[in-house]
């Protein structure tokens, strides 16, 4: 299993990023995935989760009406749109398949004036 996630980088408040992680290895359109991020000295926590078909099943209460989670299963991706960021935003994100102890090497987010 490989989970690559990129797009992150450093963005001014307000700004937009979309991340993207590619997953290989397993059988990609047949599992519900997940957005976590951990944040300097937080615990790891998640974000969203998005359904085999490609139902919306969770956003976390900060994110939402600013992040949309999408996946395409014919390019093995899922990503993340995220809208007017804010500081609280800062973390390392990363993608994982549900029900799995899976994660990529993540992918920063800086938000930051």
């Known amino acids: 299993v490989q989970l690559v996630e990129s797009g992150g980088g450093l963005v001014q408040p307000g700004g937009s990023l979309r991340l993207s992680c590619a997953a290989s290895?397993?059988?990609?359109?047949?599992?519900?995935m997940s957005w976590y991020r951990q944040g300097p000295g937080k615990e790891r926590e998640l974000v969203a989760r998005?359904?085999?078909?490609?139902?919306?099943?969770f956003y976390a209460d900060s994110v939402k009406g600013r992040f949309t989670i999408s996946r395409d299963n014919a390019k093995n991706a899922v990503y993340l749109q995220m809208n007017s960021l804010l500081p609280e935003d800062t973390a390392v994100y990363y993608c994982?398949?549900?029900?799995?102890?899976?994660w990529g090497q993540g992918t920063q987010v800086i938000v930051s004036s």
């Open positions: 290895g397993f059988t990609f359109s047949h599992y519900t």
């Open positions: 994982r398949p549900f029900s799995t102890q899976y």
């Open positions: 998005i359904s085999s078909a490609g139902a919306i099943l």
